[in-house]
């Protein structure tokens, strides 16, 4: 056990050592950020690990039981709203997302829609886990307030459980701070 | 008190019979000054062979590793006395001990030892400690730690926590192939065992009070849902799964009840007492705002917790009987959240938000509510106070990874526990 400690410990040191030189030192590698269209997280029937590319517009299949995407790919296509730090509401930006999405609901009755909140990594797990539950209701509500029924839909809520990028920066907070919406069977 | 944890398979979750998986590397960042210097003579036996188990190296990583001692550097050992009639006092003197430690590792037949080991007052010396154990091969470690414990009790007057053992949770990999597993390991972060593991998100792992059941929160299907897990047999049952939100499980002080955050259908977060037995449920707080990560206090009266009720999150406290109000605790800036209460009930911890970067700071009970920030980091979340109150285990962050530190409940200490493999986060101090 002494030896097997001595050698995690020359391990730490050169990991130290790499960190001064490369300021990177992280072993996993780090996920790109999703690019619109592709590799969407949570984009499809809601199963870890879904990682098909989707290319915008074609959604066959991945839109629930027998429904094709309701008229044109753009917004419809598009399945995460991004919020600013510590608030909960709805940009106006994405106002066509909701709108495409309730239609989409409103259409196909026998369709559900799960919401999930996310929120960057700052601050404690347990009250982010409420933040994130914040920013799935404000969809949930803005998509009764088009017409949905509540029956299909639900909330979850990650909070920063489930970061789509990786990085103690903005430009990855800005990335994880989102309400994913996944249609499910 | 040997943790054989057993294994089945069960809906794509995996627990796993005793596997050692990673360790931890701890870096002391900070010690204290006015540490007290002892030799810790190694044990070995007269015969010694390679492979033997270096009993007086665990007990000198333990007593260093609490900040209060500054080991000596064997490399500066002239001899290695085996018991009191050995030790020539004045060297030791010289050399700068305040006490010296010996021992002797004997062992008998195949698989045990003798230990044997005596606690001197090398100013005085006056011998304070004289002792005996026995102990199989694997458990010569969980020996080591009782030494230390003896050793630290006996000089500082303070029960010594370095037997006990810290649950964590270890991240590895990035969307969407993360697993996330739940890791229950020794205080000093050896011998970990993987309690759970999932590709679905694990939570807030809470020690039952006699420390044989371990309740956390499991994404599995993608849903929060609290389980309740005995480490002993892996035996785990689901006792909240609720529509929404299931986070936050706290047991009460008589292991009966958890405290837990539910959510209501639109959302709204609130602290409800349940017993997992009956299933009978109660709510403690009703309020618009997020209120969640319950803690009881020892008399399991009371209910500390978080709520944004007041705009940013705050730590209040409410009595679990109807009609009771909840008293604000926190008034100094925008963000105090994760109350955990000391085991003695004088200090509270909790995170606080300062300039920006947030920290685990201590309010003292008894006296007049003063706040101490102990920590120094951005993202110093997590904490957990020892069963003696004397460290404090949190998560922060470091070159771009989650890492598990300890402070001292005074500040005075800090160290770094970095994991081998990926993120740890969420760190639990298991009861004595």
Redesign the interface.
Known sequence: ??R??TK??S??CL?AAA?LLAG????????EPPSAGTQI?GFGA?G????GTTALGSNTGTMGAGSQGAGAGGALARNVIYFDFDKSDIKPEYADVISAHARNLTTHPNLKL?L?GNTD???????N???G??R??AV?RALMLQGVA?SQL??????A????V???DEAAWAKNRRADMVYTP | MNKALCSVAVLGLSLFCSRSWG???V?VTRGQDDAIPIAIVPFSPPDTDAGS??VA?VVADDLARSGRFKAMDRKDMIEQPHNGAGIGFDDWRRLGNDYILVGLMVPQGQDRYNISFELFNVLNRQRLLSYQISANRTGL?LASHQIADMVFDKILGIRGAFATRIAYISV???????TYRLIVADADG?NPHIVIQS???L??PAWSPDGQTLAYVS?ED???SIYVQVLKTGERRRVSAR???N??PAWSPDGRKLAL?L?T???N?DVYVLDPATQALTRITDDPG?D??PQWSKDGQNLYF?S?RAGG?QIYRIGIQPGDHPRRLTFQGN?N??PRLSPDESQLAF?T?EDGA?RIAVMDLKGRGEVQVLTKG??D??PSFAPNGAMIIYAS?D???GVLALVSADGRVQERL?A???EV??PAWSPF
């Open positions: 056990m002494g097997s400690m995690m410990l391990i730490g990991c960190a990177c030192p992280k072993k996993a590698t780090t996920v997280p809601g870890a690990g879904s990682a799960k999930e990594q700052r601050g404690t797990r347990e009250y886990i409420g933040l539950e914040r799935a209701q949930r509540e639900t909330t979850v809520s990650f909070g459980e489930r970061p789509a990786e990085g103690d | 360790e931890f590397v870096e188990f270096d190296r470690r590895v990999g990035s969307l969407p192939n993360r050896e590709n679905e998100p939570m807030s994404f993608r849903l929060p529509a929404g939100v986070q936050a955050t959510s259908r639109d959302g977060l997020i969640t990560e978080t944004d999150p963000y959240a994760r995170v938000q947030y951005r993202f979340v997590s962050r070159r771009g990874r970095v081998s493999e990926g986060q969420e």
